[in-house]
């Protein structure tokens, strides 16, 4: 049986139906370790520019229980990191979220939430990176003057999506080693940084209480605080993507989630600190309340902390980050469309594989070329468009992290007795991940209808607003086009995804390059 097919059988088929070997979709099995998984993971967040740009707004909120925030919102990613290791100790396949909400709740729900969703906040995010990171480049080779301007700026933003495409369609091993160097940096600066902050005589002893998750002034600051911090976990579930590259499918990727979030949650909570201890909250000088300082602290604390020179270094690690987590995307959101297009759910050219390198060659140049393409189109529609895009991505995130977290309690419902560990493991701390995100989505939902929130509004609507649900509902049309000509995978839900076999899905069949190409 095929492992994504309903669960008609009794619990005894299902599990050795589950655990069968998942298609060979032509990727290089075995080429990427636990150390590459983890690096991936931890890139695709992009730590050093993830707390360059939400602490300080984040601590605009709730002061110095920045801290206690970041703590919070860790609880749902981590519930959340549950669901993602059990389904893939299940069904390991790189299409991870949509092959597991095909799998739960049918193809309708699987392709709009667990494939258009993912891979739209994907896309957002890609512009945004790649604009950052060509802004901090430009800045890191003395030319701050350029930064200021668009062409320059969205220039250099589109050679380092050329780049990064470049560099992913070579292979996940390259793309793994690159990682290697630039989460490197990234950690290095990030610690020197805290280090050096904590050196220093600062505006505030550390303290526990600013730990304290209870100490919040009301549920609003609350929510308001921990949404923010989603947005500063995204993306480590990116390493689930190369699970059928990975050394040990049904083990490593799992593993890679655990070690990739607790990682982030270590790192974050010493640099909040740090900073918070060097700066204090005040809303003036170099206070992280000082709502001047808020986009970017590293920015602001840099040079007092740790010199002029190297300051120059975080700037270069912010800039390192944002083209590290492009790389990472570049990686993860051709595996989604390439096991959406082996499942029958796009076009077949999205599963074409590269003969030498053994990548999704054709869904890799998409991705790449889609990106560029709206990075300049939001350029030209106004350059506040792209940070109300950003923003919005919070809300598509909390949208597939929480379905998925249903689709492991629904998938795995019949074993729930099993045992306590199966109960808690792939019940009760999924559910409860999965009922905190899409609470944070309803919540987000809420606060970004204020004309308001963000740089944008429409008829009294904020922008923020429209982007963000006007991203899902876009994929309502999309999709009925699409099920117009896969009519298969629609009309028979979690039947349609068949299994693939080496034959029907060959590298042979499937390239798109000459075989002497690099």
Same mark, same amino acid.
């Given at each position: 049986?095929?492992?994504?097919? $309903?669960?008609?059988?009794?619990?005894?088929?299902?599990?050795?139906?589950?655990?069968?070997?998942?298609?060979?979709?032509?990727?290089?099995?075995? #080429?990427?370790?636990?150390?590459?998984?983890?690096?991936?993971?931890?890139?695709?967040?992009?730590?050093?520019?993830?707390?360059?740009?939400?602490?300080?707004?984040?601590?605009?909120?709730?002061?110095?229980?920045?801290?206690?925030?970041?703590?919070?919102?860790?609880? /749902?990613?981590?519930?959340?990191?549950?669901? @993602? =290791?059990?389904?893939?100790?299940?069904?390991?396949?790189?299409?991870?979220?949509?092959?597991?909400?095909?799998?739960?709740?049918?193809?309708?729900?699987?392709? %709009?939430?667990?494939?258009?969703?993912?891979?739209?906040?994907? %896309?957002?995010?890609?512009?945004?990176? #790649?604009?950052?990171?060509? &802004?901090?480049?430009?800045?890191?080779?003395?030319?701050?003057?350029?930064?200021?301007?668009?062409?320059?700026?969205?220039?250099?933003?589109?050679?380092?999506?050329?780049?990064?495409?470049?560099?992913?369609?070579?292979?996940?091993?390259?793309?793994?080693?690159?990682?290697?160097?630039?989460?490197?940096?990234?950690?290095?600066?990030?610690?020197?940084?805290?280090?050096?902050?904590?050196?220093?005589?600062?505006?505030?002893?550390?303290?526990?209480?600013? %730990?304290?998750?209870?100490?919040?002034?009301?549920?609003?600051?609350?929510?308001?605080?921990?949404?923010?911090?989603?947005?500063? +976990?995204?993306?480590?579930? &990116?390493?689930?993507?190369?699970?059928?590259?990975?050394?040990?499918?049904?083990?490593?990727?799992?593993?890679?989630?655990?070690?990739?979030?607790?990682?982030?949650?270590?790192? +974050? %909570?010493?640099?909040?600190?740090?900073?918070?201890?060097?700066?204090?909250?005040?809303?003036?000088?170099?206070?992280?309340?000082? &709502?001047?300082?808020?986009?970017?602290?590293?920015?602001?604390?840099? /040079?007092?902390?740790?010199?002029?020179?190297?300051?120059?270094?975080?700037?270069?690690?912010?800039?390192?980050?944002?083209?590290?987590?492009?790389?990472?995307?570049?990686?993860?959101? /051709? =595996?989604?469309?390439?096991?959406?297009?082996?499942?029958?759910?796009?076009?077949?050219? @999205? $599963?074409?594989?590269?003969?030498?390198?053994?990548?999704?060659?054709?869904?890799?140049?998409?991705?790449?070329?889609?990106?560029?393409?709206?990075?300049?189109?939001?350029?030209?529609?106004?350059?506040?468009?792209?940070?109300?895009?950003?923003?919005?991505?919070?809300?598509?995130?909390?949208?597939?992290?929480?379905?998925?977290?249903?689709?492991?309690?629904?998938?795995?419902? =019949?074993?729930?007795?099993?045992?306590?560990?199966?109960?808690?493991?792939?019940?009760?701390? /999924?559910?409860?991940?999965?009922?905190?995100?899409?609470?944070?989505?309803?919540?987000?939902?809420?606060?970004?209808?204020?004309?308001?929130?963000?740089?944008?509004?429409?008829?009294?609507?904020?922008?923020?607003?429209?982007?963000?649900?006007?991203?899902?509902?876009?994929?309502?049309?999309?999709?009925?086009?699409?099920?117009?000509?896969?009519?298969?995978?629609?009309?028979?839900?979690?039947?349609?995804?068949?299994?693939?076999?080496?034959?029907?899905?060959?590298?042979?069949?499937?390239?798109?390059?000459?075989?002497?190409?690099?």
């Amino acid at each position: 049986m095929n492992p994504l097919e $309903a669960d008609a059988e009794a619990d005894a088929g299902e599990r050795s139906d589950a655990a069968a070997a998942p298609a060979d979709k032509g990727l290089r099995s075995g #080429s990427v370790s636990l150390l590459g998984a983890v690096a991936l993971g931890l890139s695709s967040v992009a730590p050093a520019y993830s707390i360059a740009v939400t602490l300080g707004l984040v601590t605009l909120v709730v002061g110095h229980l920045a801290p206690a925030a970041l703590l919070v919102g860790f609880v /749902p990613i981590l519930l959340t990191a549950f669901a @993602f =290791r059990e389904l893939n100790k299940e069904m390991p396949d790189c299409g991870t979220t949509f092959v597991w909400t095909t799998r739960a709740f049918g193809g309708s729900t699987g392709w %709009l939430a667990g494939g258009w969703v993912p891979q739209i906040a994907t %896309l957002i995010a890609m512009t945004a990176l #790649s604009q950052v990171g060509a &802004a901090y480049l430009l800045q890191v080779v003395g030319l701050d003057s350029l930064t200021g301007n668009t062409v320059a700026v969205t220039g250099t933003a589109l050679a380092l999506l050329a780049g990064a495409t470049f560099v992913a369609r070579r292979g996940v091993q390259i793309a793994a080693s690159v990682q290697y160097v630039l989460l490197g940096l990234q950690l290095i600066a990030l610690f020197g940084f805290g280090l050096a902050a904590f050196a220093r005589h600062g505006a505030a002893a550390p303290s526990l209480a600013w %730990l304290d998750p209870f100490a919040f002034g009301g549920v609003g600051p609350f929510a308001e605080s921990v949404l923010l911090c989603l947005f500063i +976990y995204w993306g480590w579930d &990116a390493l689930i993507t190369v699970n059928e590259e990975t050394s040990d499918a049904d083990r490593v990727p799992g593993q890679a989630v655990m070690v990739s979030t607790f990682v982030l949650l270590g790192t +974050y %909570l010493f640099t909040a600190f740090a900073a918070i201890s060097f700066a204090g909250t005040g809303t003036t000088g170099l206070g992280l309340g000082n &709502a001047a300082n808020a986009t970017d602290i590293l920015a602001t604390l840099g /040079p007092p902390v740790l010199g002029s020179a190297l300051a120059t270094v975080v700037k270069l690690a912010v800039c390192v980050s944002a083209v590290s987590a492009l790389l990472t995307c570049l990686v993860s959101s /051709p =595996r989604g469309s390439l096991s959406m297009a082996a499942h029958g759910a796009l076009p077949a050219a @999205f $599963a074409r594989i590269h003969p030498r390198h053994r990548t999704p060659a054709f869904g890799t140049m998409f991705f790449g070329g889609v990106a560029a393409a709206l990075l300049v189109l939001l350029e030209l529609v106004s350059a506040r468009f792209l940070g109300d895009a950003i923003l919005s991505i919070g809300l598509l995130i909390a949208c597939y992290y929480g379905t998925t977290a249903l689709a492991c309690v629904w998938h795995f419902r =019949r074993r729930l007795r099993e045992s306590p560990r199966e109960l808690l493991l792939k019940g009760v701390l /999924p559910l409860l991940g999965g009922l905190m995100m899409l609470a944070a989505f309803a919540r987000s939902a809420h606060d970004m209808i204020a004309p308001g929130y963000g740089s944008t509004s429409f008829h009294g609507v904020g922008g923020v607003f429209l982007l963000g649900i006007g991203s899902f509902v876009l994929g309502v049309p999309v999709m009925l086009v699409v099920r117009a000509r896969f009519r298969r995978f629609f009309r028979d839900g979690r039947t349609a995804v068949t299994e693939l076999t080496v034959t029907e899905l060959s590298v042979t069949d499937l390239t798109v390059t000459d075989p002497t190409e690099d």
